[in-house]
């Protein structure tokens, strides 16, 4: 297959990547065959699963929205994924222009295309980092250059965290980011889970989401809910995510919604 131009250099063909498979259950077009692959395989287990995607978007949009009109002006997106639909920078400037948004991804297609879209923004930035090392996320110069860390900041991380196994401590990585941010600063995080599932559907999605280099590790909602330790956590709480704060005519809830999610002030 030829190299598409907006294809890094270092991009494995042959492997699909959960960033790209996401993108493509968006109905996005920055994806390759086998990631299609590996997410038609998916959707014949879960066959929602597209309706899913688009719920953790639409709580990301209404988590962001709640926090501009909170005051918060600074967000930092760990995780960000390729870019779709109603990008943090977008949903925040347009309810407040002055916002600046930090997109930070492992992934070089997702960080190629978020440059390729945030080009000549100043206001906005993208940043290849693993969320796992967070002096080097937080030390990193463009953040520094936009993000004030004296002042509060909204820290994302949505659909990331279950790409983190137990024995890397994604409670502790969260602490030590908590730790570094001003105080009234916020954390607003969706993270999967097989709680509602049959046991043999969960079987089958890991199975699948092996074949990636960041294989899925679903929690509980208490699992999830401790992840906010240090912050105040405001209602409704952690829940599923079409529950949170739902919008009066959003009629395309999924029937199982595979992540919990919330969002918490730290004091
Ligand atoms: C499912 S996508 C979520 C995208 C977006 N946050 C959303 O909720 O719509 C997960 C993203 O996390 C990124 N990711 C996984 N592990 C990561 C890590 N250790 N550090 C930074 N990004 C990571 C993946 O590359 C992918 O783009």
Not at 55 to 71: C, K, P, S, T, Y
Not at 92 to 111: G, T
Not at 164 to 174: A, E, F, H, S, W
């Amino acid at each position: 297959m030829d190299r598409p131009t907006w294809v890094p250099e270092e991009i494995d063909f042959a492997r699909p990547s959960a960033s790209r498979v996401y993108d493509f259950y968006l109905g996005g077009s920055h994806n390759f065959a086998v990631d299609r692959d590996l997410g038609r395989q998916a959707i014949r287990v879960v066959p929602e699963l597209p309706r899913i995607m688009q719920a953790n978007r639409a709580f990301l949009r209404r988590a962001v929205e709640f926090l501009v009109d909170a005051g918060v002006w600074q967000f930092l997106d760990i995780g960000s994924g390729i870019p779709t639909a109603g990008n943090v920078h977008e949903v925040a400037q347009v309810r407040a222009p002055e916002c600046r948004v930090v997109y930070v991804d492992i992934d070089p297609v997702a960080v190629a295309h978020s440059q390729a879209i945030l080009d000549g923004d100043d206001r906005t930035a993208v940043v290849q980092a693993d969320l796992r090392e967070p002096v080097a996320v937080l030390g990193d110069p463009e953040l520094r250059r936009l993000l004030d860390l004296d002042r509060p900041v909204a820290l994302l991380l949505f659909a990331v965290l279950h790409f983190v196994p137990d024995d890397q401590d994604p409670g502790g990585l969260v602490g030590r980011y908590r730790d570094a941010l001003a105080p009234g600063s916020w954390l607003a995080l969706s993270h999967g889970t097989d709680e509602g599932a049959p046991e043999e559907i969960t079987r089958a999605l890991h199975a699948l989401y092996r074949r990636t280099p960041t294989p899925a590790v679903t929690r509980s909602r208490d699992q999830v809910a401790g992840l906010f330790a240090g912050f105040d956590v405001v209602e409704p709480g952690v829940v599923a995510l079409p529950d949170w704060r739902p919008e009066p005519d959003d009629d395309r809830r999924p029937v199982w919604s595979a992540a919990y999610g919330g969002v918490g002030r730290k004091p």
